[in-house]
Structures are given as C-alpha cells and as structure tokens.
C-alpha cells in the first residue's frame, strides 16, 4: 500500500506536563477527581490503573494545557519503558504526570485509532529507538517525537483500517476481562475449600511433585528462528497471560538433545530477581523450553496439577514463597526450598471433586488465551501489510 509518510508534529499536537506545572501546582491527593497518569500506568497498548496517583478536577481544569481528552494518545518516552502507548476513551477523567506526553490527533488529517495503531507498531518503536539520547536514563526529546514519521493514507483508507483493528483489539479485551473474572472466581473456590481442609492430611510439595530445573543454554547456542526459548521475563508475561513478543530461539536439533522439557500442564515459577511469577504449561504453546537458574519448574503427580497451580496462586502459596527467598541485592528461590513448602492435601475423592469444579474453568481460560494470542496474530499481519 503507497502512501505518503508525514511529520507527527505536522498531523498532531504533541506535549507533555511542564516542569513547572508539576512542582507548582501537581499535588497528589487520595480523593483526587483526576487520575494522574503515569508511565506506570501505560502499559502493552493499554491503560493499567492498578496503582495511580490522583489530582483535584479544579488543578486539572486550571492545567488545560496537560488535560487528557477522548482520543488523546499518551506515549511514554523516557526511561527503559519508553514507547509504550494508549488511546483515551473518555473526556475528564485522566491528566498528565511526568515522563509521558500527549499526541492530540488533528481528525480532519489523521483517525486517532489509526494512528494509535502505527504508533503502537514495531515501525514506530523502531523509529523511537533511532532517536534515543541517553545510556543510564534513555529519553527521546519532545522535539525529536515530533520528527518521527507516519503513513498518512487518505481518510476513509485509514477508517477502514481501523475498524479491522477495533475489532480484534475489542475481542482480545473482552477475553481478558473475562479472564480476569474467572481468575478471580478460582482464587474464590480455591480459598473456600482449603478453608475446610483443617482435618486434612498436611504433606511436603516434594512427595506429590517433582522440582527441577533446565540444562544450561548458552548464549551462543541462540538462534533467530526454531524452539522458543524463555526467560523468566517471559514467563512472567505468560503468568498474567500476556504473549511475549521479544522471544529467543534455539534449534530444533538442539532441543532434541535436552531433558526437562515442559509439559502440558507443568508449572513454571521465576526464582530469581522477580520471584514467584507462575505460569502453567498450557498444550498450544509447545514445545518450547526454558532458562535455568530463573525459571524452576515443577511437575505435579497425576491429579495434582490444579490443585497446586492454585495453592502456588492463593496467598498462602505467596507467602510461603516470599518467607523462603534468600539473598538481599539479587533475591532468589531455591529448588530445596520448594520441595519443602508444606500444604493440606484433599482425599482423592475429595481432589477428584474439586477438579470436576476448577477443571473446566481453566480450560476456558486457556482456550481465551488461545484465541487473544490467534487474534494478535492476525492483527499483526494486518500491520505489517499496511505499514
């Protein structure tokens, strides 16, 4: 598809809080109307209001300057997040806090949803990338963003383009949030039936798993295609059931060689540094294999796997976890300490019971997760026709 490549300072306005706007007049507060926005707070395409920070409506409506509108495209573009991005879908709720600014869309030149969808591309990022200053803080300067380029088709190709991206983006949201939802309902079921566990037998996780870990991958071994091979970065993406997409690779031939590959519904935990992120081997995702020292993995015997994916889950599982990790600059987990975590152990009519109930629940689950990964595909190829 041709078409011509424009400024983004030419087709939108780009800004971000001033200093001085932020040490006169931002003051955080907890019953703060407006949401202050964050770098925290942008994250994979998406708004993560998990943690923010609020202002009172009468600073935001004081600051218009730095006040977010329907439409407005926030771009982070300093320190090691930079490049992450969301479009606003509603008016007076949202303001700007540091180290993100503002794209406002001129709509008579360029679609929002459109351009949020270049702005979220490989092409963008890589473009982001070429223009960074810095080493210890990387930064991309205000005015070095609006120099970047952007496809500008004619108004009703763009349209058209992001109606088809709408569509996939909307789906993939809706399985997470249900997805969410059923989470949530597990950590509910899991809870209520340990919580009558009392008279139950009490046993060490090595007597009903196996705890090891991977062979060594060196650095060379990596290729740019074959077996996917993960990190523990990526498995803590898996573990909130996001796709990683900065996978390495090693060879088929060499993934022949190894032992301890992964299995369908083995559990996989981060043990170093970023500790207890907990993935289970979902089928569609193999073969794929794993890092070792960060990544421990844990093989339940037959008829336990749900059981302890969701004890792992629950916040006695989190606890445990966090009582047994050493070290103080780089924190860690260790196989010995896991194949002493202690838990309740239902009867077998009783576990038999309890998978009829969880079973299907994460199948449905995993099913989602399928689809969102199947339709990010697709959205993928669509990008990279017209981009």
């Known amino acids: 598809m041709k078409f011509e490549w424009k400024p983004l300072g030419e087709i939108a306005e780009v800004t971000k809080l001033a200093g001085f706007e ?12 407006i949401i202050a926005l964050r770098a925290l707070n942008i994250r994979r395409g998406e708004l993560d209001l998990s943690n923010v920070k609020r202002i009172s409506k009468k600073i935001s409506e004081k600051l218009s300057r730095s006040k977010i509108n329907r439409n407005d495209i926030l771009l982070t573009y300093t320190g090691n997040s930079y490049g992450n991005c969301a479009i606003i879908d509603e008016s007076d709720k949202y303001h700007l806090a540091p180290n993100v600014c503002k794209i406002v869309p001129n709509q008579k030149l360029i679609d929002p949803y459109f351009l949020y969808c270049y702005i979220n591309s490989t092409g963008f990022h890589k473009q982001m990338k070429n223009n960074v200053s810095g080493s210890a803080q990387p930064t991309i300067p205000m005015k070095a963003i609006r120099t970047l380029t952007i496809p500008v088709p004619k108004i009703n190709v763009q349209k058209n383009i992001s109606k088809k991206i709408k569509l996939l983006d909307r789906k993939v949201r809706e399985n997470k949030k249900l997805n969410d939802n059923l989470t949530s ?55 909130q059931g996001v796709m990683p997409t900065d996978t390495l690779f ?104 309890f998978n009829d109930v969880v079973g299907p629940i994460i199948n449905l689950i995993q099913q989602n997760h399928k689809e969102s990964e199947d339709l990010q595909e697709v959205k993928s190829t669509l990008l990279k026709r017209y981009f």
């Open 185 to 239: 309902l597990l950590d509910c079921i899991f809870n209520n039936f340990y919580q009558y566990a009392n008279n139950e037998l009490s046993t060490k996780f090595e007597t009903i798993a196996e705890i090891g870990s991977s062979n060594r991958i060196f650095a060379k071994e990596y290729k740019n295609v074959g077996i996917p091979f993960l990190r523990g970065k990526e498995i803590s993406l898996l573990s």
């Open 250 to 353: 090693i060879s088929s031939e060499r993934y022949q060689e190894l032992k301890n590959v992964p299995n369908e519904r083995d559990i996989l935990i981060t043990s170093v540094g970023t500790i207890g992120n907990i993935y289970q081997v979902e089928k569609f995702r193999l073969p794929f294999y794993y890092k070792d020292g960060n990544v421990i993995r844990i093989t339940p015997k037959k008829g336990f796997e749900n059981y302890i994916y969701l004890w792992l889950n629950s916040k006695l599982g989190k606890e445990a976890i966090v009582a047994s990790t050493i070290g103080s600059t780089q924190k860690a987990l260790t196989i010995s300490a896991i194949k002493k975590f202690e838990l309740l152990i239902p009867n077998s009519h009783k576990l038999e019971k």
């Open 22 to 33: 932020f040490t006169k007049y931002i003051n955080y507060i907890e019953d703060g109307e």
